[in-house]
């Protein structure tokens, strides 16, 4: 974005001249302006983000493309895990609504979503909950209600997966102003990851599948751990994204 345009947002969301001046010197300091201004545009959302909360990044929607065209659940169940602000899980649900197999209708998504970081949480409750969603604070598969497994059509595992040794190199605006929590994915990238396919066939239904974001050189890994939990792994890749996916889905006996 040109600095023009960040100027035009940020008189767009002050206030008056105090607030918009002090917008002005976190922006200098280095904030992400999504965090500056307070919300974030995904897939055509707009959403609450607060200071040191994981802003929505651009390659992610193509995790969300390859998620809708997948789905062909009547009924979707959606689950998004380490759900940040809860923007996959949502924009998911907003890209089904309507829609279904050879023109048919869909009934509407049925949306949970968890997170540990309490922040983040916090965020994943302003945006989720009024569409109907819910939202539990947690480790991973932890806070979900029981009744769920078996029956997640979408699994949604957005974790961080930069190696811990990585971390050091991301931009400023990431290293300093987001929270470690959502950018640390452990020493090869896929602790959290791992953890995630480990614990997924227990909650997707027949069919259902779990997809997760990783960087190019990890997809065929990650690929390998899904099969080993098994999963049926496949790996898209876009270009215009710059984003890689690995889904895999729980076998239909």
């Given at each position: 974005?040109?600095?023009?345009?960040?100027?035009?947002?940020?008189?767009?969301?002050?206030?008056?001249?105090?607030?918009?001046?002090?917008?002005?010197?976190?922006?200098?300091?280095?904030?992400?302006?999504?965090?500056?201004?307070?919300?974030?545009?995904?897939?055509?959302?707009r959403l609450f983000v607060e200071p040191g909360v994981f802003v929505p990044r651009r390659?992610?929607?193509?995790?969300?493309?390859?998620?809708?065209?997948?789905?062909?659940?009547?009924?979707?169940?959606?689950?998004?895990?380490?759900?940040?602000?809860?923007?996959?899980?949502?924009?998911?649900?907003?890209?089904?609504?309507?829609?279904?197999?050879?023109?048919?209708?869909?009934?509407?998504?049925?949306?949970?979503?968890?997170?540990?970081?309490?922040?983040?949480?916090?965020?994943?409750?302003?945006?989720?909950?009024?569409?109907?969603?819910?939202?539990?604070?947690?480790?991973?598969f932890t806070p979900l209600p029981q009744t769920l497994q078996g029956h997640v059509t979408t699994l949604l595992c957005n974790a961080p997966y930069v190696p811990t040794?990585?971390?050091?190199?991301?931009?400023?605006?990431?290293?300093?102003?987001?929270?470690?929590?959502?950018?640390?994915?452990?020493?090869?990238?896929?602790?959290?990851?791992?953890?995630?396919?480990?614990?997924?066939?227990?909650?997707?239904?027949?069919?259902?599948?779990?997809?997760?974001?990783?960087?190019?050189?990890?997809?065929?890994?990650?690929?390998?751990?899904?099969?080993?939990?098994?999963?049926?792994?496949?790996?898209?890749?876009?270009?215009?994204?710059?984003?890689?996916?690995?889904?895999?889905?729980?076998?239909?006996?």
């Amino acid at each position: 974005m040109f600095a023009e345009d960040e100027a035009q947002l940020l008189k767009k969301a002050a206030r008056g001249p105090d607030e918009l001046e002090g917008m002005v010197r976190r922006r200098l300091a280095g904030l992400p302006l999504e965090q500056v201004v307070g919300w974030a545009e995904f897939r055509g959302l707009r959403l609450f983000v607060e200071p040191g909360v994981f802003v929505p990044r651009r390659r992610s929607e193509f995790l969300v493309k390859t998620a809708i065209e997948l789905e062909d659940a009547e009924r979707p169940v959606i689950v998004d895990v380490c759900c940040g602000t809860g923007a996959l899980g949502l924009a998911v649900a907003a890209g089904l609504k309507d829609t279904g197999a050879a023109g048919t209708t869909r009934g509407e998504a049925e949306l949970h979503a968890a997170e540990i970081d309490p922040d983040a949480v916090a965020c994943a409750r302003r945006n989720v909950e009024p569409t109907g969603g819910r939202v539990y604070e947690g480790d991973l598969f932890t806070p979900l209600p029981q009744t769920l497994q078996g029956h997640v059509t979408t699994l949604l595992c957005n974790a961080p997966y930069v190696p811990t040794g990585d971390i050091a190199f991301l931009p400023a605006e990431a290293r300093e102003y987001e929270h470690r929590v959502a950018l640390d994915g452990g020493g090869d990238g896929l602790e959290i990851l791992r953890r995630a396919a480990a614990g997924a066939r227990d909650w997707l239904a027949p069919g259902g599948g779990l997809l997760v974001e990783t960087s190019e050189r990890q997809a065929e890994a990650m690929a390998a751990i899904m099969d080993g939990a098994g999963l049926a792994p496949h790996v898209f890749a876009d270009d215009e994204y710059g984003s890689s996916v690995v889904a895999g889905s729980r076998p239909i006996l």
